[in-house]
């Protein structure tokens, strides 16, 4: 139910069409190399897309070690790090943005458990992977890092803001 807005509210022209648009939630999700390498993106993209989350953002990108650094901050100081900088720069990553109410705890339990032998069957690491160091996908974990991953990886202008004719069957 949409609340009725008293007529003295001054919503600068916002309708609550426009505005809940805009308060629309979204993630940055990455295929990387080993899954790009290993032909998975269309079947990851079906499950996204299938579910019910719109695409707004998609590019093929050569990582340089300087993204692939800056997106993995967090970790600088853990033993992996090195290895997984390389990883992340040796072939082709699918960069994408999508978006959709819960998205981004959804997209995380879609993906499933960072060791893959951890992860659920039905989830994309449960069904496609096995080693940690391998785990094909990246998404945000959190309100704040999607923000941030989403200005890191991709220029306002490369993000399309556009809404499903499947909308009014997918949300009540
Ligand atoms: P997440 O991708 O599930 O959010 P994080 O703990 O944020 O997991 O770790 C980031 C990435 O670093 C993982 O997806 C995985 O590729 C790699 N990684 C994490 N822990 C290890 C490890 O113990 N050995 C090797 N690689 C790791
Ligand atoms: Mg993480």
Do not use: C
């Not at 993106?41 to 989350?53: C, D, L, Q, T």
């Not at 998205?103 to 039905?122: F, H, Y």
């Not at 999607?146 to 909308?167: M, N, P, R």
Request: proline share 5%.
């Amino acid at each position: 139910m949409v609340p009725k807005v008293p007529e003295h509210v001054n919503l600068n022209g916002v309708g609550f069409d426009q505005f809940e648009e805009k308060s629309l939630e979204r993630t940055f999700l990455a295929i990387k190399p080993d899954g790009v390498q290993r032909g998975l993106v269309g079947e990851i993209i079906s499950r996204f897309e299938a579910k019910g989350f719109a695409l707004v953002g998609l590019k093929l990108v050569q990582v340089s070690r300087e993204l692939a650094e800056s997106h993995y901050d967090v970790h600088r100081e853990r033993p992996f790090f090195a290895d997984l900088v390389n990883f992340i720069i040796s072939g082709p990553l699918l960069a994408m943005v999508w978006e959709g109410d819960g998205v981004i705890a959804s997209a995380r339990k879609m993906i499933g458990a960072t060791n893959p032998l951890n992860a659920e069957p039905g989830t994309i690491r449960g069904d496609f992977a096995v080693s940690i160091g391998r785990n094909i996908i990246h998404g945000s974990d959190a309100p704040e890092t999607a923000q941030k991953e989403i200005s890191l990886w991709f220029k306002d202008e490369e993000l399309v803001s556009w809404e499903s004719t499947a909308k009014a069957w997918l949300v009540e």
